[in-house]
């Protein structure tokens, strides 16, 4: 696994090995040309890319650990992509640059702008249907990473908790995001960008700290977030089985009301069915609440206290339990920069998190054995002078 440090007017890159002992090495030859921002690691050509704050992406090869080349852009380059040989640049500026094609050697064509909006854009997601999401202020555009083209916009609800969406990690159950300088968490589907689960993780019992959320990363069946103290916290993503038992619910309430003799307000059943077919696009159960909310008066209490207690805007499909917290240096209170993961030794799953102060940085290693991914232990942690 490769590191890059980022200092006001250098980078320093950084090997860490992660077999039976851990270990880190910084390569002393290899000092990037201005502050290092993100970095990422193209199979294809054995290369990492990293960008800089002052709009430079160097390419560097993994087995020398030389510079390949060096390529500028026209602002900051903050977060990276890559699907195969092409890479999706983010930019402070509003839009997405793409490189088609890319090797080892100097790019021949320019970068493709693509304009996502007028404010920076912090954070991309790949997703598995072969589309890219980027997140810039309250909206999520999507790309096709086939055609680079744009095929959706959606707007997050004008929620005044959430602020400026800062980052958005692919996992198992869709699409993780967080917002900046907020604690709040969000998970949004890969297909129908509905709103699956929204919870303010300090709401969360045994959680002793209230610190902003800085990265985050699902891994298996976990979601990792480090915060604005340097703490990890890991927590479980448990999926709730409310949504069978509402429609299971709803279908009792509709047979028992026509048992009774009672009027079902004109065809409640077949109006909602049309419904379904008209809107095809928004959450079925979502059309089933507000068509419930809508009848209550008709109705009874049961469906009555159904449409006060479900929350329908913020989605309830998933649960988070907090497992563990550590803080990652005792006497630091610096942010979690980075974390990471891969494969390691025995088909185990490594986590790598960092941290680092003006003199200082550590880095960590979390270590899980298991195919279930339910006991996390931590192997190795190095601090050291940059």
Known sequence: MCLCSGEKDQGIISVITVGQEPQMKIIPD?????????????????????????????????????????LRFIDSVLTMEAVENIVFFALAEGSVAVIKNIDRSYPLSEPL????????VPCLALVPNQMLWCGSEKSITVLSTVTCELEKSVVIDDDDDLGKIYKMKCGQQG?????RSSTIICLFDVDRYTKLLQVDYVTLPTLETHER??????????????????????????????????????????????????????????RREKAFEEEGEEDLEILRLKMAKRHT??????????????????????????????????????PVRT??????????????????????????????????ATNWDMVYLQCSEK
Request: charged share 20%; glycine share 8%; aromatic share 8%.
């Open 175 to 179: 699409v993780w995001a967080s917002f």
């Open 113 to 120: 702008l693509i304009r996502i909006g007028s404010s920076s």
């Open 30 to 70: 290899m000092v990037i040309k201005g502050r290092a921002v993100c970095m990422k690691y193209i199979s294809s050509c054995d290369m990492v890319l990293i960008g800089t704050l002052d709009f430079y992406v160097y390419a560097v090869d993994c087995l020398t650990w030389k510079e390949l080349w060096s």
């Open 297 to 334: 008066t008709k109705f009874g209490r049961t469906l009555l206290h159904r449409a006060k207690t479900i929350p329908v805007k913020k989605g309830d499909n998933y649960e988070l339990v907090l497992e563990t917290s550590r803080h990652m240096v005792e006497s630091w209170k610096e």
């Open 213 to 270: 959320i800085t990265y985050l990363l699902p891994v298996q069946g976990y979601l990792w977030l480090g915060t604005g103290d340097g703490t990890i916290h890991v927590l479980s993503v448990k999926a709730r089985e409310l949504p069978q038992q509402r429609e299971a619910h709803t279908t009792n309430s509709t047979a028992n009301l026509k048992k009774s003799g009672r009027r079902t307000s004109g065809g409640l059943v077949a």
């Open 339 to 372: 974390i990471q993961a891969c494969q390691g030794p025995d088909n185990s799953t490594i986590v790598v998190s960092t941290v680092h102060t003006e003199s200082d940085k550590a880095v960590q290693l979390w270590k899980c054995s298991d195919q279930n």
